[in-house]
């Protein structure tokens, strides 16, 4: 497969988007330079002529987790201290309002076989002064990063509601967490440290100019705790919206830049996962179709580096998700992917 460069990248993939509505800082330096490349942010000059790699799946998918009786939705895998592998996600019965727990398996290897533990987070939430006022039951899309042999799980309620439970054993999970942020339409969080800060990602529903839009989010920490304004750092403008028909953004970190994974719903036909790429991880190119590839039939991807190697999971969704699935029976595959 051929290599392109970062040059080579723009200039395929540049379109005008004024009649999108979208803001730009030099409207005209797109134009006028080769380099540039339209982003949420305005114009701007890529620093890199590194060729950008594709990322491709190079093998079969392994089933890894299968829970014959419930749907499974947006999950997380990662590693403990002492070498488990977790993988928690959203549980149901086949509906969107039945998705109130999370699943939560392990195992000393990542190909398993993966050991079912008891749901976690079946409880409901109760209503409080010094925190929300949302008390929807269901629960969304878990993140699990480490710091300091202490693991912080994000997680949502909808529709909008952040939050966050601490713990030092990723086997005893309790609680229903501390409020983070609330925005409506916020969702699906991935968390990647960049030197001494933490970039939180999420999807969200905001107006540009007037005009409603799925983007791509970010905020920034120093400790997991304290959290920035939120910031745009991806704006889709296939269509208007008042729900984002973005999910479950994940971006990798690589020598030649960032890659920005996101499953996008108006391409359900083939249950497509797109990828970006910029050299800025919080600026990424922006138009209709500004992605330069895609992984079909991949719903809710999760990217794993374990031993110098890269591997994708992919989830078997609901079917409010993933319209080729039975109403019942969910599963976890993985698969090696390589940047080629």
Same mark, same amino acid.
């Not at 190909?111 to 629960?139: I, M, W």
């Not at 899309?141 to 601490?166: Q, S």
């Not at 970010?218 to 999910?247: F, P």
């Given at each position: ?12 993939? *540049?379109?005008? @988007?004024?009649?999108? =509505? ?8 797109? $134009? ?14 890529? $620093? ?26 947006? #999950?997380?895998? #990662?590693?403990?201290?002492? &070498? ?7 549980? =149901?019965? &086949? ?14 290897? *990542? ?11 079946? /409880? ?34 909808? &529709? =909008? ?29 991935? %968390? %990647? ?16 100019? &007037? ?12 400790? *997991? ?26 971006? @990798?970190?690589?020598? /030649? =830049?960032?890659?920005? !994974? ?21 600026? !990424? ?6 992605? #330069? ?8 991807? /999760? ?24 109403? @019942?029976?969910?599963? @976890?595959?993985?698969?090696? *992917?390589?940047?080629?």
């Amino acid at each position: 497969m051929k290599k392109i460069t970062r040059r080579e990248f723009v200039l395929n993939s *540049l379109a005008t @988007v004024s009649a999108a =509505g979208i803001s730009t800082l030099n409207p005209g330096c797109c $134009k006028e330079d080769k380099r540039c490349i339209q982003t949420a942010k305005g114009c701007s000059r890529s $620093k890199s002529d590194s060729p950008t790699k594709t990322p491709t799946i190079t093998s079969s998918w392994t089933r890894i987790i299968e829970y014959p009786q419930n749907h499974l939705n947006d #999950f997380c895998i #990662f590693q403990d201290n002492d &070498g488990i592998w977790h993988c928690i996600g959203i549980m =149901g019965t &086949g509906t969107w309002e039945s998705e109130q727990s999370f699943f939560h398996c392990s195992s000393k290897n *990542l190909f398993g076989p993966y050991e079912k533990h008891p749901p976690l987070l079946t /409880e409901n939430p109760v209503a409080t002064k010094d925190s929300t006022t949302n008390t929807r039951p269901q629960k969304h899309a878990p993140f699990v990063i480490e710091k300091d042999g202490i693991y912080y799980m994000f997680y949502r309620r909808p &529709g =909008g509601t952040t939050l966050c439970i601490k713990t030092t054993n990723p086997f005893k999970l309790s609680g229903l967490g501390d409020v983070v942020f609330e925005k409506n339409d916020a969702r699906d969080i991935c %968390i %990647i440290k960049i030197k001494d800060t933490y970039l939180m990602y999420y999807c969200q529903y905001e107006k540009i100019n &007037g005009q409603g839009r799925a983007c791509i989010m970010l905020r920034r920490s120093k400790n *997991l705790d304290k959290w920035s304004q939120q910031e745009i750092v991806y704006i889709d403008t296939m269509q208007t919206c008042t729900h984002s028909y973005l999910e479950s953004p994940y971006v @990798v970190a690589r020598p /030649e =830049g960032y890659y920005l !994974f996101i499953r996008h719903r108006k391409l359900d036909e083939k249950t497509t996962t797109v990828i970006l790429h910029s050299d800025q991880p919080d600026n !990424f190119p922006t138009d209709k179709r500004p992605w #330069f590839h895609e992984l079909h039939q991949v719903h809710a991807p /999760e990217i794993v580096q374990f031993k110098g190697n890269y591997y994708i999971a992919r989830v078997s969704g609901a079917q409010h998700a993933n319209r080729k699935i039975p109403l @019942v029976g969910g599963w @976890v595959d993985i698969a090696r *992917l390589e940047f080629l």
